[in-house]
């Protein structure tokens, strides 16, 4: 990409050399790959794998630190929007987009032992969860027993009656053939 620009550059500027090479131009679009390459080149590979661990280890640092901070956040945001919820008559839709929020939120937080709206959200949740479970299985049982024909059972009367209704309909559309 680096040497289609300067190509570019040449063309545009009818044929002079620009003054960046392209090795400059790539360590400055790409400081730490050629900050990388500068270290594998200069460096044993004892030195590099070293330099790799502590790294990696800043790296995990790091990650720890950033998920800490937003366990922290997703806290106190549920703190917020549950006291904005507690105080203000929140209306229409951005009430619903609140007390959704909240609801997800209760899913995320660690236990509040002292709020029994928290305790009633993860006891809806759960029965929620577990509710479109038994209902998708009930009707999944439902759809293969009525596939197969053994869920309605017909009393002989209306067996009849049926056979019935079934030969008018049949004689009717000849006769209106």
């Known amino acids: 990409m680096v040497a289609l620009r300067v190509t570019a550059r040449r063309l545009v500027d009818g044929g002079q050399t620009p003054t960046v090479t392209v090795e400059e131009a790539q360590r400055r679009l790409f400081p730490r790959l050629s900050q990388v390459d500068r270290a594998r080149s200069t460096t044993s590979s004892a030195a590099v794998a070293a330099d790799t661990n502590v790294a990696a280890g ?5 990650r720890e630190k950033l998920l ?3 366990h922290n ?3 106190e ?4 929007v549950s006291h904005a919820e507690r ?4 209306p229409g839709r951005e009430g619903k987009k609140i007390s ?3 609801e997800e939120l209760a899913t995320q937080v660690g236990p509040r032992p002292g709020d ?3 305790r009633m959200l993860r006891v809806m949740h759960t029965l929620t969860y577990y509710g479109g ?3 998708f299985m009930f009707t999944s049982y439902v759809l293969a027993s009525m596939a197969i024909g053994s869920i309605v059972e017909l009393e002989p009367d209306e067996k009849r009656w049926i056979r019935r209704k079934e030969g008018r309909n049949a004689s009717e559309m000849k006769q209106n053939d």
Not at 87 to 90: A, C, F, K, R, T
């Open 68 to 70: 800490t901070e937003i």
């Open 116 to 118: 029994d709206s928290w």
């Open 77 to 80: 945001l549920y703190d917020k």
């Open 73 to 75: 956040m997703s806290e």
């Open 58 to 62: 800043k790296g995990y640092e790091d």
């Open 133 to 135: 479970y038994a209902s």
């Open 100 to 102: 959704r929020l909240r």
């Open 87 to 90: 105080i203000y008559n929140i």
